[in-house]
């Protein structure tokens, strides 16, 4: 029997979303879709159930006008080259050959029809894969190490603890009607590469001694998120065992359903309900609902590595490698995803895994093979070397399809990416994150660069441009530095001056950093005050211009 909601607000200060979803659950508009919406085309849909699209992990696609876009759970990340085959298959039938990964490690469709999407959910189930709450309000699409079971940094393989969070939650109607959408993130690895900070709820590498024997485990994280408001998740006081993560997870998301806020759908995520009751209240209400925990034990983060992997690196496998690979901003097409599951097949171990930093990584490869992989022709453009710019930059949808977003970000990222990869030479990798609205798809809040599109009157009408924030970094557990978003410079730059003004700043960090120092450590020490003294000047050096790149 699906849960009967507890509303934490009267009703009528709830959100007309709310009332929406009390009529008739996410999950029903499933069947809706493959029974009554393919069969009698776009027109027949009404704005409620379009809305609710969502929980099939379907969103209109701009401009309306009868395509959508589709997001697929890669669970961790991790795909069989079968599945990654029927994913190709799927682009190229339905997608107009465009394939996507993005920062959840999802994969991601553009161009379908509504009369498609049967035939689309009948393909991804006979793969073993599903769009289902890939979208909506709702536990989304889990990410965690994508090395899972290979990684020499992890204290050990989270994958089937993922897949056991993911089939518990997926399609559970006592969990289908939450007050927002709901972001897990799980992963053992030493070098947060699930990015906890930024989640709902997070589980990271612990140890802990009880009953005198030393127990592997995670800590806990609760109330991240991005978007306009960002938060950074806060630290629990508990200790949870690989076989409670399940019970422990089942009791944040049951606090977050019954006490979480639903009058407005911008103040609606956990993050709003943990900042108001703080770490140790919601502590002492998930103990309340799961039973005791035991203390936080020592904590195993010592780094972040921004879920980037490319290059060649062992594995924890003797005489075994994995391969990292640039999708650059994570666009690729059917042929080389299919090209790739070959690769896995023919010298490594039928995988591909997914990261958040919309990459590919194939895994599994003998060393021996090494060679014969790296002059496979498709890794000329999907390069394990690619140039520094070019494979730290990241870059949401964008106007292109995003209904949302206010400029285009894809080719711009790829273009900025190449200017600087042509007249910079750096030590040091900068990650540079591009997004075309406040939801912050593209993650720009923990970016050494954060672009941020939006729209400026110019004499020749509105023309593109980007807000510049600098400096921000995720955390290294108990041992390092803490996570901070990066902090945002005052002056908007034209869209085709980005590049040439991100090479002027940079320039100035590279004259001015200390021996050793990174780009963050650098804006902590020199303050917004001399980078926006740099942006101004940079800016009042040259006349306005809208000429294209």
């Avoid at 069969?39 to 929980?55: C, H, Q, R, T, V």
């Avoid at 042929?335 to 599994?364: F, H, P, V, W």
Wanted: hydrophobic share 40%.
């Amino acid at each position: 029997m699906a849960y009967e909601p507890i509303w934490n607000a009267a009703p009528e200060k709830l959100s007309k979303f709310e009332f929406v979803k009390l009529q008739k659950d996410g999950l029903d508009v499933i069947r809706t879709i493959i029974e009554k919406y393919a069969l009698e085309g776009y027109s027949s849909i009404p704005a409620d159930d379009m809305d609710l699209f969502k929980w099939a992990g379907v969103y209109q696609q701009k401009p309306r006008d009868g395509h959508f876009m589709m997001r697929v759970r890669i669970n961790t990340g991790i795909m069989t080259s079968g599945q990654a085959r029927a994913l190709a298959e799927i682009g190229r039938l339905y997608g107009r050959n465009l394939v996507d990964v993005t920062t959840r490690q999802a994969i991601q469709f553009h161009w379908l029809t509504v009369e498609n999407l049967p035939d689309i959910f009948k393909r991804l189930e006979a793969a073993g894969l599903y769009s289902f709450e890939a979208c909506g309000d709702c536990p989304r699409t889990i990410v965690g190490n994508p090395l899972a079971g290979i990684d020499k940094d992890e204290l050990f393989d989270t994958a089937d603890i993922v897949e056991q969070l993911n089939d518990f939650f997926m399609l559970n109607r006592d969990f289908s009607n939450l007050p927002r959408k709901f972001k897990i993130s799980v992963s053992a690895n030493k070098y947060n590469n699930a990015q906890a900070e930024i989640n709902d709820l997070a589980y990271t590498p612990a140890l802990k001694v009880i009953d005198g024997v030393e127990t592997l485990g995670f800590h806990l994280m609760v109330g991240g998120g991005l978007s306009a408001k960002p938060h950074l998740a806060q630290k629990l006081d508990v200790f949870v065992k690989p076989e409670e993560a399940l019970k422990v997870a089942a009791g944040v998301i049951t606090l977050f359903r019954d006490y979480g806020y639903r009058e407005k759908r911008h103040h609606a995520r956990l993050k709003f309900l943990v900042a108001d009751w703080g770490a140790e209240k919601f502590k002492e209400k998930l103990i309340e609902a799961v039973g005791e925990l035991p203390t936080r034990g020592e904590d195993q983060t010592i780094g972040w590595q921004a879920a980037y992997f490319d290059g060649v690196h062992p594995q924890v496998q003797e005489g075994l490698s994995y391969v990292g690979l640039n999708v650059p901003v994570g666009r690729m097409n059917s042929d080389e995803l299919d090209q790739l599951a070959e690769l896995a097949d023919q010298y490594g171990e039928g995988k591909l895994r997914t990261t958040m930093s919309q990459n590919i990584i194939i895994s599994g490869v003998p060393n021996e093979k090494l060679s014969a992989l790296l002059d496979a022709q498709v890794l000329q453009r999907l390069s394990p070397s690619a140039k520094p710019f070019i494979s730290r930059t990241i870059a949401c949808t964008g106007n292109e399809f995003c209904n949302l977003a206010l400029v285009e970000t894809k080719q711009r990222a790829v273009s900025v990416a190449a200017y600087l990869d042509e007249h910079i030479r750096l030590d040091e990798k900068l990650r540079i994150h591009f997004i075309g609205c406040p939801n912050a798809c593209g993650q720009k809040q923990v970016a050494d660069i954060g672009l941020q599109g939006t729209l400026i009157k110019t004499p020749d009408g509105m023309t593109d441009a980007f807000d510049i924030a600098v400096g921000g970094t995720l955390g290294c557990g108990d041992r390092g530095p803490a996570a901070e978003f990066a902090r945002p410079l005052k002056g908007r730059v034209q869209a085709e001056r980005v590049g040439p003004v991100l090479e002027q700043l940079i320039s100035f960090y590279t004259e001015q950093r200390q021996e050793q120092e990174n780009f963050h450590a650098f804006t902590g020490r020199v303050g917004v005050p001399a980078l926006q003294e740099q942006l101004t000047a940079i800016l009042e050096s040259e006349p306005v211009t809208t000429s294209k790149e």
